[in-house]
């Protein structure tokens, strides 16, 4: 899912400012190419948490809007997920075939 990088966010906090925008120029530019096969992995992933919380997506999204589900960090990596599979669809139906 998303750019193959070695970096994890919990790492990144000791990292020197300059070490760290060349991290970040490593994600924008992974971000910027059109994912190959990755919308299954990133499905089997959602799945793990509709599994594990016991409620799929768009109740997700209900309970986050109504207030009902407390954004957690598990919660929000279930977000930035479904955030993720939506932009994905959205550059594979707008590029050129």
């Not at 925008?21 to 994912?35: A, N, Q, W």
């Not at 299954?40 to 959602?46: R, S, V, Y």
């Not at 948490?49 to 409620?55: I, K, Q, V």
Request: glycine residues 6%.
């Amino acid at each position: 899912m998303g750019p193959r990088t070695r970096h994890k966010i919990s790492d990144l906090t000791s990292r020197p400012v300059p070490e760290l925008r060349g991290v970040l120029r490593e994600l924008v530019r992974g971000s910027r190419t059109l994912p190959n096969g990755e919308l299954p992995e990133l499905d089997a992933k959602i799945r793990k948490y509709e599994s594990r919380f016991g409620f799929d997506s768009q109740t997700l999204l209900a309970r986050v809007k109504s207030g009902e589900q407390r954004e957690t960090w598990e919660v929000c990596e279930w977000l930035l997920l479904l955030d993720l599979r939506e932009s994905i669809a959205a550059r594979r139906s707008s590029s050129p075939r």
